[in-house]
């Protein structure tokens, strides 16, 4: 595993890690909503959800599986390593 993805989530608080494990292990609309605004980068700003309009947008009630969190995370860690602020693009909701 990257050295900056580790970082990224041990910076994870524990309540946060869980919340995110039980949207991994189990892709339902509540872990989703619980989720979404999880803060995955204090600098650059960014939540779950941005990274994942960034890096997959998905519609706006579909819950993203897996492979679309990884993708934002690391996105997020690209994001981080280059110090670099998020895309600004319209978001679909």
């Known amino acids: 595993?990257?050295?900056?993805?580790q970082e990224l989530v041990i910076n994870l608080s524990n309540d946060n890690l869980t919340l995110l494990t039980?949207?991994?292990?189990?892709?339902?609309p509540q872990s989703?909503?619980?989720?979404?605004q999880l803060l995955i980068?204090?600098?650059?700003?960014?939540?779950?959800?941005?990274?994942i309009t960034q890096t997959s947008p998905i519609e706006k009630n579909e819950i993203p599986d897996p492979?679309?969190?990884?993708k934002a995370l690391?996105?997020?860690?690209?994001l981080k390593e280059q110090n670099q602020p998020p895309l600004k693009i319209a978001s679909n909701y």
């Open 1 to 5: 595993m990257n050295k900056c993805f």
């Open 22 to 28: 039980a949207l991994l292990c189990d892709q339902n």
């Open 74 to 78: 690391k996105y997020a860690v690209c």
């Open 32 to 36: 989703w909503k619980n989720n979404k």
């Open 41 to 51: 980068s204090v600098s650059p700003r960014l939540t779950l959800e941005m990274a």
């Open 67 to 70: 492979n679309v969190i990884y």
